[in-house]
């Protein structure tokens, strides 16, 4: 595609319940990050993947946050039984390679609001 | 670990007038540096970049130049615009962290007419 693409873009949720944030990396894209930003907490890493794989999972907050990458594109983020600290704007990127010099390419971001 | 600081703000200029934001990094290897800006209601979109020591970055009238003596990465502009109002993010990789992005906290910047 011509870009990062997720969605929803806004997803409002009851307490408990779980939801999925979809992430389209751009065309060949190797490598795909999540990332959460919030009020007070700033910009935050959250996972890392590398085609399939994901090397680095360190920034995952609880066992109630997964994702997962199918065919080296697709990426979905799963938070299971929402808590209104969830709430912030999940933003996927990437970049061609994950070689640190390569830009990464942002998303516009889901605007998750758990109440 | 590797961390990013840079100026709280908002940061209020007028029109023309000169921009500094200062950053400054903490890493163990060899980062790359970079600034990325988010417009209202837009995403994160990458400023410029420096991937090496004294190398500059320069994009839209922004530069920042790679000072490893001094560990910094401050971003300036000669003259702003109100078009320039945005939040402004610095942000290192490097290879030890898998070259995710760890983020400054980001200066709101403001420029009045």
């Known amino acids: 595609g011509a870009g990062v693409s997720q969605s929803p873009s806004n997803k409002v949720t009851e307490k408990g319940k779980d939801v999925e944030l979809r992430c389209d990396p751009i065309s060949g894209h190797t490598a795909l990050y999540w990332y959460r930003q919030s009020l007070g907490q700033g910009l935050e890493f959250l996972i890392y993947?590398?085609?399939?794989?994901?090397?680095?999972k360190s920034g995952l907050p609880s066992d109630r946050f997964s994702a997962e990458r199918t065919g080296g594109s697709v990426s979905t983020l799963t938070i299971q039984r929402t808590q209104q600290e969830d709430s912030a704007v999940y933003l996927c990127?990437?970049?061609?390679?994950?070689?640190?010099?390569?830009?990464?390419?942002f998303g516009q971001g889901t605007r998750l609001t758990v109440v | 670990g590797n961390s990013v600081t840079q100026m709280e703000g908002p940061v209020t200029l007028s029109e023309e007038a000169f921009l500094t934001i200062n950053c400054t990094y903490t890493a163990t290897g060899y980062p790359s540096l970079f600034w990325y800006v988010q417009y209202p209601g837009e995403g994160l979109q990458l400023l410029l970049k420096a991937t090496k020591a004294d190398d500059k970055g320069s994009n839209k009238g922004f530069e920042a130049t790679y000072r490893k003596e001094t560990t910094s990465f401050h971003l300036e502009k000669g003259s702003v615009q109100v078009s320039d109002s945005a939040v402004y993010f610095c942000?290192?990789?490097?290879?030890?962290?898998?070259?995710?992005?760890?983020w400054g906290a980001g200066t709101k910047l403001i420029i009045k007419p």
């Open positions: 993947f590398q085609g399939n794989s994901a090397p680095d």
């Open positions: 990127a990437s970049s061609l390679g994950g070689k640190g010099r390569d830009e990464a390419f």
């Open positions: 942000a290192l990789s490097d290879r030890q962290s898998n070259y995710q992005l760890i």
